[in-house]
């Protein structure tokens, strides 16, 4: 039985809190947040729970042998480190730090530790992403070209993060495992409309091996909420819209491929144009928090690494760091570290 110790109890920590509950395998024995409001509303709905204010004492509780870490992003480290220092499995909200360097030592400590350190990278827990990346590996998808994903609503505006290190983690994280590969280089822009220190949205490339790349719109300004990514292939065009419960993945059977033979005149067109069926495939229905969070459990009790493990964390944060120095180099090229 693991016990699990929630720290944060915001609108997403609740989350974790509701879905540790549910689930089998753990018992839910601690929750923490600075907010005592807060706390009350988590103690009427969880009875025997307990709680506090200071997260400290919430991961050195002896009964405590996982925090699950959903506070904002500027203190993941500081929590993580010293869940890890206690010998304590972590699960932390996304991203895993907010630098390289940091992020490096929480992956290094845990690896010398034998501890399970797990980013929630949420996305690749989702069945339809799953589904996805089923589809783009098959020989009927063809060679890729190139992805899009579009990440837009109206807010919530983060005090600490940009709009890249909150919402374009995601996308991030689903090129990486879809290709399977961290991209070699990236050019970005983004633009401060408000006016304080941060990025609202950023448009951003990312170059992978064999020429494919990969664009990501983030934004907390449009008051249209979108949740799409789009994968084209040599073979099929795949869309996976997060938004649709009905059709949350689409296969075009689409495509463009050059003749084989030369052409006889300049103006021959040399282009073919092969047209087909539009599928949508059953996706299962799934929550992906809770997928993660039984992915988490059981990597505990097997001893073996998570799928969005510690070093899968630290590749979307070198991702996210080149994104930032592109951004303010007015979009040069920046090698991914």
Not at 5 to 26: A, L, T
Request: proline share 4%.
């Amino acid at each position: 039985m693991t016990n699990i110790g929630v720290v944060g109890c915001g609108s997403w920590g609740m989350n974790y809190v509701r879905v540790f509950s549910e689930i089998g395998g753990s018992r839910l024995c601690m929750a923490c947040d600075p907010d005592e409001i807060r706390l009350r509303g988590v103690r009427e709905r969880y009875h025997l729970l307990a709680t506090t204010t200071d997260w400290q004492e919430a991961i050195r509780d002896r009964w405590v042998n996982a925090v699950v870490i959903a506070t904002p992003a500027s203190t993941h480290f500081e929590l993580a480190r010293y869940a890890l220092v206690l010998g304590k499995h972590v699960l932390i909200e996304k991203p895993l730090a907010s630098t390289v360097d940091r992020a490096r030592e929480l992956v290094e400590l845990a690896e010398q530790s034998g501890l399970v350190l797990m980013v929630g990278h949420t996305f690749l827990y989702n069945d339809g992403v799953r589904k996805l990346k089923d589809l783009v590996s098959a020989p009927d998808f063809g060679r890729a070209y190139y992805l899009h994903a579009t990440r837009t609503n109206l807010g919530p505006i983060r005090s600490d993060v940009s709009t890249i290190w909150d919402l374009a983690t995601h996308d991030v994280a689903i090129f990486n495992y879809l290709l399977g590969a961290v991209p070699a280089w990236v050019s970005a822009v983004g633009s401060r409309v408000f006016s304080h220190e941060r990025e609202d949205v950023v448009f951003a490339t990312l170059a992978y091996a064999d020429g494919v790349i990969a664009n990501a719109h983030a934004s907390w300004l449009d008051p249209n909420k979108v949740r799409e990514l789009v994968v084209v292939g040599s073979r099929q065009r795949i869309v996976f819209d997060d938004l649709n419960n009905v059709e949350r993945v689409r296969i075009f059977e689409k495509g463009v491929a050059a003749e084989e033979k030369e052409a006889d005149t300049f103006g021959h067109f040399r282009l073919l144009v092969r047209d087909g069926d539009i599928i949508s495939p059953w996706v299962a229905p799934s929550e992906p928090l809770r997928n993660l969070a039984t992915h988490f459990l059981d990597c505990i009790r097997a001893g073996k690494p998570p799928l969005t493990d510690g070093r899968n964390g630290l590749d979307v944060v070198r991702v996210l760091s080149a994104i930032d120095r592109s951004v303010a180099g007015n979009g040069a090229p920046v090698e991914v570290e």
